[in-house]
């Protein structure tokens, strides 16, 4: 029943999921008490929902733009349960702005395996993924990625191997501009963005430690999958769905290093394991196994989420 609601991408089951995301999202606003709304803070608010409702439906677009997935709503349905497991990420502009350009930087590379306008959307990509390190430092490990799809695609242009290079000066200068004018001390601001921190102790309680042993389990499952059924998968896009696989493992290992650690530093991972969770159920397969998995998943996301109110 949950599969044939969203097997199909519809108006319907987009504006479902709009206003699911609208529903959680002032549950969420509501709970702070402390919280004196103004109209900067109920625009910054808004601001906030756009940034991240674009961010799904860019995801959609790259899954269904490069055939990834299915004419399906599944994509937008998983990004949405993701979002569930970490709640706070509804607050955390930082890293909704750095993921958005991470986003806008991934549909670029994921594009690129038609050979069209190669250098433009390297470029692009570059130029997105250093901007995305403004917000989030270390965001910046994303800028493999572009090297990666350069030696799938075009590496025998070495003019494309110093794109990436040429949008980091680009960015570089835009940013001194910016921090000139704002008094702002552009060594103190990367040294203090480039530091780490391996201890994985941020957890203040039970609840958000319960929410991430199941979102672990979950993308482990979905990887796993995806790495066990890409031998049978199209060859045209092997490459993407290694790329896909690649951005999630980068969007790990930032969570990983990162030094202010939170669990909203795992919505870099959300967009590539959106897609292999819709990959994973567009398989051929029982229909019962697919209702289980949806069903698993939803239950799974509601429990954390108003667990962790």
């Known amino acids: 029943m949950i599969t044939s609601v ?9 504006i479902l999921v709009v206003i699911l995301m609208l529903v959680f999202f002032f549950i969420v606003q509501f709970q702070d008490s402390s919280l004196t ?10 601001l906030l929902f756009t940034v991240l ?10 899954a269904k733009k490069n055939g990834l997935s299915k004419d399906s709503s599944y994509t937008i349905f998983f990004y949405l349960l993701f979002i569930l497991f970490f709640s706070t990420i509804f607050e955390n502009t930082n890293i909704l702005l750095a993921n958005f350009f ?13 050979l069209k306008a190669s250098k433009e959307k390297i470029f692009d990509a570059s130029l997105w993924i250093f901007v995305a390190a ?12 572009v090297f990666i799809s350069i030696l799938f695609h075009v590496s025998r242009d070495y003019r494309n191997w110093i794109l990436p290079f040429i949008a980091f000066i680009a960015v570089g200068i835009i940013f001194l501009f910016f921090s000139t004018f704002y008094s702002i001390n552009a060594s103190e601001f990367i040294i ?4 780490t921190n391996l201890e994985i102790d941020y957890f203040t309680n039970n609840y958000q430690n319960i929410a991430f042993s199941i979102y672990t389990t979950i993308a482990l499952f979905f990887i796993i999958s995806m790495v066990i059924s890409l031998p049978n998968r199209p060859l045209l896009l092997n490459a993407s769905f290694k790329k896909i696989i690649t951005s999630f493992i980068i969007g790990a290992i930032l969570f990983v290093i990162s030094p202010d650690k939170s669990s909203d530093l795992l919505l870099f991972t959300f967009a ?5 969770a819709t990959s994973h159920i567009e398989l051929k397969q029982l229909k019962l196994k697919q ?19």
């Open 6 to 14: 969203f097997k199909k991408s519809t108006p319907l089951n987009l």
């Open 37 to 46: 709304y103004s109209a900067s803070l109920i625009l910054k608010k808004a």
């Open 53 to 62: 409702l674009s961010s799904v439906f860019i995801t959609n677009f790259i």
């Open 102 to 114: 991470i986003l806008l930087a991934l549909r670029r590379l994921i594009s690129l395996q038609s």
């Open 134 to 145: 403004l917000f989030h430092f270390w965001a910046i490990l994303f800028i493999f990625l």
């Open 192 to 195: 203090n963005g480039a530091t």
């Open 272 to 276: 590539p394991l959106a897609i292999m």
């Open 291 to 309: 209702e289980m998995v949806l069903f698993v998943l939803i239950i799974c996301s509601l429990f954390t989420f108003f667990s962790q109110l």
